[in-house]
């Protein structure tokens, strides 16, 4: 195999996603085995599921790397010539709610709250409710990068104000809402918002993209606890 080959393969999809899988794949079997002493049942079904995630993993992350990240950046960049603040605004919120509809993630959270819950909490609620969150703080994050605002001038009154509606929502939605929030930062959202903040500080004068464009991910992150929140008060106990 050439070096050029050799240099590929390491620095491909392939190498990076078998080498986050596999130490995890091994530990679960190991401590089976080992620690609880019992077989692992199905384990044909188990193993073909385990090669289907990580050929589908492959083949997303290759995706968003050859074409979301890409279009991303192209987008960000072309932004700011439009000459209106609004429609960047506008498009941010519709983008961000798009993006969190489409979070593999937030799926998976909802078919458990649902389960859970034995459909007392509509799972299509929380995910719009969810989008909604992502969308605003997207668009509160384009006003941000825009007007040159410090990004702890939108945290610290954000998570002040979740505090405050701890107070005033159900105990079941306190958890999901924080629970929300870490799983908005997945595969989709995160890559996606990231290169568009990024592509856009790069044209903006007096921005530094690594200032300015990072932080989005942060405020999306909150953006769920807050809007779940809302919606606990609003569905009472």
Same mark, same amino acid.
């Given at each position: 195999?050439?070096?050029?080959?050799?240099?590929? !393969?390491?620095?491909?999809?392939?190498?990076?996603?078998?080498?986050?899988?596999?130490?995890?794949?091994?530990?679960?079997?190991?401590?089976?085995? $080992?620690?609880?002493?019992?077989?692992?049942?199905?384990?044909?079904?188990?193993?073909?599921?385990?090669?289907?995630?990580?050929?589908? !993993?492959?083949?997303?992350?290759?995706?968003?790397?050859?074409? $979301?990240?890409?279009?991303?950046?192209?987008?960000?960049?072309?932004?700011?010539?439009?000459?209106?603040?609004? &429609?960047?605004?506008? $498009?941010?919120?519709? $983008?961000?709610?798009? /993006?969190?509809?489409?979070?593999?993630?937030?799926?998976?959270?909802?078919?458990?709250?649902?389960?859970?819950?034995?459909?007392?909490?509509?799972?299509?609620?929380?995910?719009?409710?969810?989008?909604?969150?992502?969308?605003?703080?997207?668009?509160?994050?384009?006003?941000?990068? !825009?007007?040159?605002?410090? &990004?702890?001038? /939108?945290?610290?009154?954000?998570?002040?104000?979740?505090?405050?509606?701890?107070?005033?929502?159900?105990?079941?939605?306190?958890?999901?809402?924080?629970?929300?929030?870490?799983?908005?930062?997945?595969?989709?959202?995160?890559?996606?918002?990231?290169?568009?903040?990024?592509?856009?500080?790069?044209?903006?004068?007096?921005?530094?993209? !690594? /200032?300015?464009?990072?932080?989005?991910?942060?405020?999306?992150?909150?953006?769920?606890?807050?809007?779940?929140?809302?919606?606990? /008060?609003?569905?009472?106990?």
């Amino acid at each position: 195999m050439s070096l050029m080959s050799l240099s590929w !393969l390491k620095n491909s999809v392939i190498t990076e996603v078998v080498l986050a899988v596999l130490p995890v794949v091994i530990f679960l079997f190991a401590f089976q085995f $080992f620690i609880m002493k019992k077989p692992v049942e199905n384990t044909h079904q188990i193993l073909l599921g385990i090669a289907l995630s990580t050929t589908g !993993l492959i083949l997303f992350l290759e995706g968003l790397k050859l074409g $979301f990240l890409p279009l991303g950046r192209q987008v960000g960049a072309g932004l700011p010539t439009s000459g209106s603040v609004y &429609l960047m605004v506008v $498009f941010a919120v519709i $983008f961000g709610y798009a /993006i969190t509809l489409a979070e593999p993630s937030l799926r998976v959270l909802i078919n458990q709250v649902e389960t859970v819950s034995s459909g007392a909490i509509p799972g299509n609620l929380v995910m719009h409710a969810v989008g909604i969150g992502v969308g605003a703080s997207i668009g509160i994050s384009m006003l941000r990068i !825009l007007l040159g605002i410090p &990004l702890w001038k /939108i945290i610290v009154p954000g998570y002040l104000l979740a505090f405050i509606l701890i107070y005033f929502a159900p105990a079941y939605m306190v958890s999901l809402s924080f629970d929300a929030g870490a799983v908005v930062t997945g595969p989709m959202v995160v890559p996606l918002i990231l290169t568009v903040g990024v592509g856009l500080t790069t044209v903006l004068g007096g921005r530094d993209p !690594l /200032i300015d464009g990072f932080g989005l991910v942060a405020t999306a992150t909150l953006a769920p606890v807050i809007s779940l929140l809302i919606l606990g /008060i609003a569905m009472g106990e």
